[in-house]
């Protein structure tokens, strides 16, 4: 039996929160740290002892995985400020280029044709590997679209490092979804907000296996 990865979520708010609460019904221990010390511990508390709340530098080093829950410009930020303590580690990107427009909903903030996962990889410390995943779906689907049986909804991924697949599926799967590999880096775009493979997309509402392959395909070079 494989040991899994220690894995750190950093950033508590809807996305991280989701993210450590399906882990956490899972039985999956997940290191939590945010904003605060006390907000790491609230939810450490409320998830219950598989929650182990920690400092942003602390838990990158003790944590094999960090998922970034943050919002796209505080990821360059993290990872410019912990280069040295990300160095080796699998970085997780859900992060969404957008912000608030002036009609009550959201724009982009990047160019029409550029990804943040493509961004962050540029950015990437020395030595990490980085995956685009846990970011395709609201956080109200990521914690209502978890565990459906018998037919798991799918949350997509995409990465340059295939050495990675297995963690990346196997956190996945430990979040109630199933995986489905888009392709590298530079198919980011796709399942971000606008994405045809985004819930705020084309995609338009979470999807099972069966229904994805085909949309997968059909777009993919």
């Given at each position: 039996?494989?040991?899994?990865?220690?894995?750190?979520?950093?950033?508590?708010?809807?996305?991280?929160?989701?993210?450590?609460?399906?882990?956490?019904?899972?039985?999956?221990p997940v290191?939590?740290?945010?904003?605060?010390?006390?907000?790491?511990?609230?939810?450490?508390?409320?998830?219950?002892?598989?929650?182990?709340?920690?400092?942003?530098?602390?838990?990158?080093?003790?944590?094999?995985t960090?998922?970034?829950?943050?919002?796209?410009s505080?990821?360059?930020?993290?990872?410019?400020?912990?280069?040295?303590?990300?160095?080796?580690?699998?970085?997780?990107?859900?992060s969404?280029p957008?912000?608030?427009?002036?009609?009550?909903?959201?724009?982009?903030?990047?160019?029409?044709?550029?990804?943040?996962?493509?961004?962050?990889?540029?950015?990437?410390?020395?030595?990490?590997?980085?995956?685009?995943a846990?970011?395709?779906?609201?956080?109200?689907?990521?914690?209502?679209?978890?565990?459906?049986?018998?037919?798991?909804?799918?949350?997509?991924?995409?990465?340059?490092?295939?050495?990675?697949?297995?963690?990346?599926?196997?956190?996945?799967?430990?979040?109630?979804?199933?995986?489905?590999?888009?392709g590298?880096?530079?198919?980011?775009?796709?399942?971000e907000?606008?994405?045809?493979?985004?819930?705020?997309?084309?995609?338009?509402?979470?999807?099972?296996?069966?229904?994805?392959?085909?949309?997968?395909?059909?777009?993919?070079?």
């Amino acid at each position: 039996m494989t040991t899994k990865s220690k894995i750190a979520v950093i950033g508590l708010g809807n996305i991280g929160k989701a993210v450590a609460t399906n882990l956490v019904k899972s039985n999956r221990p997940v290191i939590l740290a945010g904003r605060t010390a006390e907000k790491a511990s609230a939810v450490a508390k409320e998830l219950g002892q598989l929650a182990k709340p920690a400092e942003i530098i602390a838990a990158i080093k003790e944590a094999d995985t960090i998922v970034l829950a943050v919002w796209f410009s505080t990821i360059k930020e993290i990872l410019g400020t912990y280069a040295n303590e990300l160095k080796g580690k699998i970085i997780i990107d859900p992060s969404n280029p957008i912000a608030p427009d002036e009609k009550g909903g959201f724009k982009k903030i990047i160019g029409e044709n550029e990804s943040a996962g493509e961004i962050i990889a540029s950015l990437l410390p020395a030595g990490a590997k980085l995956a685009k995943a846990l970011g395709t779906l609201g956080a109200a689907s990521l914690s209502n679209a978890a565990f459906q049986k018998p037919a798991a909804n799918v949350l997509f991924y995409a990465t340059d490092d295939s050495s990675i697949n297995a963690v990346i599926e196997e956190l996945i799967h430990d979040t109630g979804f199933e995986p489905l590999r888009v392709g590298g880096i530079d198919q980011s775009i796709r399942i971000e907000v606008f994405g045809d493979l985004h819930e705020f997309g084309a995609l338009g509402k979470p999807v099972t296996v069966a229904q994805a392959e085909e949309k997968v395909a059909a777009q993919q070079d």
